[in-house]
């Protein structure tokens, strides 16, 4: 399946992963990489580990076993902020927004703290305030996402799918090495899963950054992944070429049943 | 080992009293979600009915339904119609800011209405106080002790049974976690929510009477240290679990009786660490004990469908209006100055030094709790630690007073690094109650000592000079403290609108989020903490220096939680709310001293009630009342056919976000922008 052996250029690597419940065992021994500049789609019926998966690679919580490595550094017992600060970016299925910021202001802050720009003593001389070159950074990035007209609106006030788009403004604007999507498109109707996709190309122009995706929409990964890996019941049964995973007759029978 | 017995055993009727009054807090928690902190209050409302109408010549039965099954379901029900019944959506600061304000109001209000005379030995329901029953294991048991012990034993498995047996029950707890839930499945929640209240109420008032004889006087503030202990209690059962609380109340109670045997007597200490016991141990319990850990407090799968507060006024006024505004604020401090330094009397000056002096310390809890989203109940003990620095620095090594008080800030800011290290892991209300049990530690086994707070005698603070130049007359020194006001000022608003400000609002918003993107919330939540303890040692020493001399009950916890009831009530959100808050407290403080000495908790009860209108204008006081002036102008205008200036403040936004948030699309949202925005 995938290249396991140690010191290969993979980005991300996931080795041999598990993590119980109390008694519930929710996932077996997963061994998963990922490489520069590819989008990996995650699916699996519910309860299948998918998020448990996700959250144990980006350290809300911690693994019982098992190693998670970022470009060759060992990360699994760093703080979420840490990892953050290594160049994983991600969204949230239930948003995660600043309420009472606007989408202007998210990204200011994430901006700033990217670039390690501010600290208290800069505050306090005055310097912390938003420069010129931030402002035009942020203003762009907006304009990008499509986010200009909603610019100064408060988070509460947004729409899911603007809402979503900010979340993703907010991770693209950390220039991430590895861009971890949970669940994108739930909750949206077509035209605004459409915008997510188009994004989504998009953001793979660069080449740099690679994406995980976790998600229930099968058309979505479809269009957007270069490789599936799929979960059942904590175990990873098929990881490969969207087609060749998709034809596989295990996958049909646990996650497709009978269609 | 008989040693053992014989200290230990008094403990078990002591434990059963804490365990007693925690239960009653337990029952409120979970029952109506709201930290009762008025609990204690509650019940010495009732005591005082009970003792004043025995005393009136009313038989005891009598006292006791008027006191216990009249007036305390009543005032329950009231507290639910006026107050609470709008809080069961709310965050836990907000059902936090009424319940302290009662703590204060109750009493206030009650000492007002019968009078502030001494009431001496409290009169017992039920068995007479100090005739002893029997013996137990060469123990006397007295009346009070056998009727606390068999009571609380009695209403803790009642209350147990009925939260966890009953149909009542259940459907408390079912309003509790998500009451538009609760409704969608047939309870009335509103219902519901009035009979927690009255049932925890009329709680309160059993425990007041039952408990009241215990004391040689019936007086408020010994409800409110056994309330605290009894948070203790209450924080063994996580303030879930009836019986744990029964069992760490009691655990509590011969802890407390063997330590004060045991230790030798004489030293401060010695009198310090049995009556902080609990608090220590409510300490321990908060850091040790995994439940406090969650960050997040259970959310209300609906709570979307409540609209988010009004923002503030400030930065969405038309340009003119906030020019205008500015330029009013900046005479206003001008003339402010001016007036200080030439006409004032030297007494109102010195009263509105003390004003600065709040002002400092009241800006760290904008800091903290407007700014960052964290309570702490434990400012005016970093005062304290602020002024008693540069007292004994004065003393004892003739430091210059502004040096002192450099240091003072700088000692308080490292003990609030130290506060902050243990309690970074709590969130909601296990925070606000470690920084109390913090506050009480500090005050009842550091303050007392000869080095630090001197006890209640006090140490003395010199007034500061600048080389040959004496500050000593109230007016020059009211330069230096304006001086420090205006730098406090301007530091606090360069950090809220810098880096820190942006992700302290980041974190308020979303923790999980604010992790996400490379925040380090525990460094962030460090400095804070540590900045605004730093303020507060600050305007602690310049309070300090400005009194001449400070005691311990100059930097009570009772101190600091009328600094958290002050502070949300002006305007917990601006710069400016705290310094109106600082002034109004220190004018309003001296105004009503003049008065007999029946209305000293006047000022109280004020602050204590407007702070029961935090749950509708938790923008504070004064920016609703900005608001109003400006809403009322526009309408003023309109009338004469000027329409559309813009000065009628609007919140903006209109949401009616279900669950995962599905909002209303797009043109309707902008349609129903604008309906707010009236057009303008």
Redesign the interface.
């Known amino acids: 399946m995938t290249d396991m052996t140690p010191g290969t250029a993979k980005l991300l690597k996931v080795m041999n992963l598990s993590k119980c419940f109390g008694g519930l065992e929710v996932l077996r021994h997963v061994s998963i990489a990922v490489e520069r500049g590819e989008v990996l789609g995650i699916i699996g019926p519910n309860g299948a580990g998918k998020t448990t998966l996700f959250n144990c690679i980006?350290g809300?919580i911690s693994a019982d076993a098992g190693a998670v490595i970022l470009e060759g550094k060992r990360i699994d017992s760093l703080?979420?902020?840490?990892r953050?600060?290594m160049g994983m970016?991600?969204t949230?299925?239930?948003?995660?927004?600043?309420?009472?910021?606007t989408p202007r202001?998210?990204l200011?802050?994430?901006d700033?703290?990217?670039r390690h720009?501010?600290?208290?003593f800069?505050?306090?001389?005055?310097?912390?305030?938003p420069a010129r070159e931030e402002l035009d950074r942020v203003s762009d990035v907006l304009e990008l996402f499509d986010l200009a007209e909603v610019a100064d609106?408060?988070?509460?006030?947004?729409?899911?799918g603007h809402?979503r788009l900010v979340e993703l403004a907010?991770?693209f604007i950390?220039e991430p090495i590895l861009l971890m999507l949970d669940e994108p498109s739930?909750?949206l109707d077509a035209s605004e899963t459409e915008l997510i996709i188009t994004m989504l190309e998009r953001l793979q122009g660069n080449g740099r950054t690679a994406t995980v995706i976790v998600e229930h929409d099968l058309q979505m990964v479809r269009r957007v992944a270069s490789r599936l890996a799929v979960l059942n019941s904590g175990e990873l049964i098929a990881d490969g070429d969207v087609g060749t995973v998709l034809a596989d007759s295990q996958v049909r029978q646990v996650y497709l049943g009978s269609t | 080992m008989s040693q053992l017995v014989a200290f230990g055993l008094p403990g078990v009727p002591l434990g059963c009293v804490f365990a007693l009054m925690g239960a009653g807090l337990v029952l409120t928690y979970r029952a109506s979600g709201v930290f009762n902190l008025a609990f204690g209050a509650q019940a010495y409302v009732s005591a005082l009915v009970f003792y004043v109408s025995v005393n009136h010549g009313w038989p005891k039965w009598a006292a006791a339904i008027l006191a216990i099954v009249v007036l305390s379901p009543a005032l329950g029900l009231l507290l639910d119609r006026i107050i609470f019944r709008y809080t069961r959506n709310a965050s836990q600061f907000v059902k936090l800011v009424p319940a302290l304000g009662l703590l204060i109001v109750l009493p206030s209000a009650a000492q007002m209405i019968f009078g502030d005379s001494t009431r001496l030995s409290p009169p017992a329901l039920l068995l007479d106080t100090s005739k002893v029953y029997f013996h137990f294991v060469g123990f006397a048991v007295n009346g009070n002790e056998l009727s606390t012990t068999v009571i609380t034993i009695l209403a803790v498995a009642f209350l147990w049974s009925m939260l966890k047996f009953t149909k009542l029950g259940l459907e408390m707890r079912a309003v509790v976690e998500s009451p538009r839930l609760a409704q969608l499945h047939g309870v009335r929640s509103d219902l519901i929510g009035a009979v927690a209240w009255v049932l925890s109420s009329l709680f309160a008032g059993l425990a007041g009477v039952l408990l009241a004889p215990l004391y040689a006087q019936l007086s408020s503030l010994n409800f409110t240290d056994l309330l605290v202990a009894a948070i203790a209690a209450g924080a063994f059962g996580a303030f879930v679990s009836l019986p744990l609380t029964l069992i760490g109340g009691v655990f509590l109670g011969i802890a407390q009786e063997l330590i004060s045997g045991y230790l030798p007597t004489g030293s401060t200490i010695a009198a310090g660490v049995p009556s902080a016991f609990p608090f220590i141990v409510l300490l321990v319990l908060l850091i040790a004990l995994p439940r406090f850990r969650v960050k997040r407090e259970v959310s209300d799968p609906m709570q979307g469908c409540e609209p988010?507060p009004p923002?503030l006024d400030a930065p969405r006024r038309p340009t003119a209006v906030f020019v205008g505004s500015r330029i009013l604020a900046a005479a206003l401090a001008i003339s402010f100055a001016v007036s200080v330094l030439t006409w004032i009397p030297s007494n109102w000056v010195f009263t509105l030094g003390l004003g600065v002096a709040y002002s400092v310390i009241f800006l760290s809890i904008v800091l903290l709790t407007g700014m960052s989203g964290q309570v702490s109940l434990a400012q005016a003990t970093f005062a304290g630690i602020g002024a008693f620095t540069t007292g004994q620095l004065a003393i004892h090594l003739g430091l210059s007073v502004i040096a002192g008080a450099l240091i003072g800030g700088l000692i308080a800011a490292g003990a609030g690094i130290l506060l902050a290290l243990p309690t970074l892991r709590l969130g909601g209300i296990a925070l606000a109650l470690g920084t109390l049990g913090f506050a009480l530690v500090v005050s009842d086994i550091f303050f007392p000592l000869s080095w630090v707070g001197n006890g209640g005698s006090g140490i003395s603070v010199p007034r500061p000079a600048i080389g040959a130049v004496s500050l000593a007359s109230n007016r020059s020194f009211m330069i230096l403290a304006l001086i420090v006001l205006v730098v406090a000022s301007v530091?606090v608003a360069?950090?809220r609108?810098?880096?820190?400000?942006?992700?302290l609002?980041?974190v308020?918003?979303?923790e999980?989020?604010?992790?996400?993107?490379?925040?380090?919330?525990?460094r962030l939540r460090i400095?804070t903490i540590a900045?605004a303890a730093g303020l507060a040692g600050i305007g602690g020493a310049i309070y300090g220096s400005l009194e001449g001399s400070v005691s311990s009950n100059d930097f009570s916890y009772e101190m600091s939680l009328i600094f958290v009831v002050v502070v949300a009530t002006v305007g917990v959100r601006t710069i400016s709310g705290a310094i109106e808050a600082g002034l109004a407290y220190a004018v309003l403080s001296q105004l009503i001293s003049t008065l007999p000495s029946r209305y000293a908790s006047l000022l109280a009860f004020l602050f204590g009630l407007a702070a029961l209108t935090y749950v509708r204008h938790p923008e504070g006081v004064v920016d609703y009342v900005k608001r109003s002036i400006l809403n009322l102008s526009e309408t003023v205008l309109a009338y004469f056919g000027y329409h559309g200036i813009g000065l009628r403040f609007t919140s903006?936004?209109?949401?009616c976000?279900v669950g995962?948030?599905?909002?209303?699309?797009?043109d309707d949202?902008l349609e129903a922008?604008r309906d707010v925005d009236g057009g303008a």
Not at chain 2, 652 to 655: D, E, F, K, N
Not at chain 2, 660 to 666: F, K, P, R, S, V
């Open positions: 980006l809300v703080p979420v902020w840490k953050a600060d970016a991600r949230f299925q239930r948003l995660e927004l600043f309420s009472g910021m202001e998210h200011l802050v994430a700033r703290v990217h720009s501010g600290s208290i800069k505050d306090l001389r005055g310097h912390g305030v609106t408060p988070a509460e006030a947004l729409s899911l809402g907010r991770a950390l739930s909750g | 988010p923002c530091a360069l950090i609108s810098g880096t820190v400000g942006r992700e609002a980041a308020r918003g979303s999980v989020g604010a992790e996400s993107i490379g925040i380090n919330t525990r400095l900045l903006g936004y209109v949401t976000d995962d948030g599905n909002g209303l699309a797009g949202r922008k």
